[in-house]
């Protein structure tokens, strides 16, 4: 069959899809680096909610996805960013997820990590930001996960400075059970954490930042970076104590970074594997066998895919991502918290669908043709 996808000069081509997935071995787990997965959560279509009301998750479905990343040897990094933290899914949802997510990756052994934020507080002073992280850093350790220290807009708002960062992050460090994920999301994801360590200097801000590390290298497991900068990684990572991992959030260099140079590389913690989950476990366990040429080869075709997804407002990447998993049949619709499929173009979402069937990323490219074609058939486009 052929599909008829909208352009953005507002006319139509055909595409035909491609007849096979991609083949993937799979296998077992993933051994020369450490790498998570976050994930997306599916909304209840059916709900009787509006975009600003609490979210209303399907949580078979959400489980169900979480599931598929484990069995192909990923850990979870739940409650992030690509769950639609503070864009549709507030605290209350979220500390649902966390323990139920937590409580099935019990049950089949899977790795996960969860966020811990301030979302629910829209603004405080400094001492009710540290509560608000302090609550939410109870439910993640008594669920069993391991913490994720999130950036946080109220403290982005409070701050004066990097010396009050450097109290917040030490005083909530110093209180951690076991070793952290510090997280540096950058202001294309959310432009409320522009100037996040203090300053918008990024080399003042990453002073600052390695400077809360070196204090507590003892409670830090990693840091997970997330600025779409590859040489400021790179440098980073490379001042990091010993034994600190850098995980990388890059969505735009991930084959590179992960792969490394002489002096090191970095474990990963993307939003774009909740798409390439499959492909991306077979490209490391290719790696974990020392071919960094077949790891390439695998990984370097979804950079387009990824740089398409990610694209400014880098924030609605969401839309792309839980788009594509409805098309690959992790979900009987393309419905999300807060109303948030709205956020991208029909051509955007045109060229999503057609870049990850040219990878081979759907199962059965048949029903991600017939689904396609069933949106933009809502919006006039005839089959």
Known sequence: MTVRLPRP??????????????ALTGGGPLTSRTVFSAA??????????????PAAVDWDATLAFRRHLWSHGLGVAEAMDTAQRGMGLDWAGAAELIRRSAAEARGVGGRIACGVGTDQLAAGTLPEI???????????????????????RALAAAASGPDDYLDTYGHLLRQAGEPVILHWLGPMFDPALDGYWGSADLDAATETFLDVVAAHPDKVDGVKVSLLDARREVELRRRLPQGVRCYTG???HYPELIEGDELGFSHALLGIFDP??????????????????????LLDPTVELSRHLFQPPTRFY?????????????????????????????????RAYELADGLGLFPDPELAADRVSSLFAVYGVAR
Do not use: C, N
């Not at 209840?44 to 009301?53: H, I, Q, S, W």
């Open 9 to 22: 000069d507002g006319g139509l081509r055909e595409y035909e899809p491609r007849a096979e997935p991609l």
């Open 40 to 53: 997306h959560v599916v909304a209840d279509p059916y709900a009787d909610t509006t975009p600003d009301g």
């Open 130 to 152: 540290r509560s608000a992280y302090e609550e939410q850093l109870a439910v993640v350790e008594e669920s069993g996960a391991q913490a994720i220290l999130m950036a946080s």
């Open 250 to 252: 890059d969505d735009f």
């Open 276 to 297: 390439l989950g499959p492909l991306a476990a077979e490209a490391v366990r290719t790696l974990d066998t020392g071919d960094t040429t077949g790891f390439r080869k």
């Open 318 to 350: 969401k839309t792309g991502v839980v788009f594509l998993a409805w098309l690959a049949g992790h979900q009987d619709h393309f419905a999300m918290v807060g109303g948030l499929q709205s956020a991208r173009s029909l051509p955007h979402l045109a």
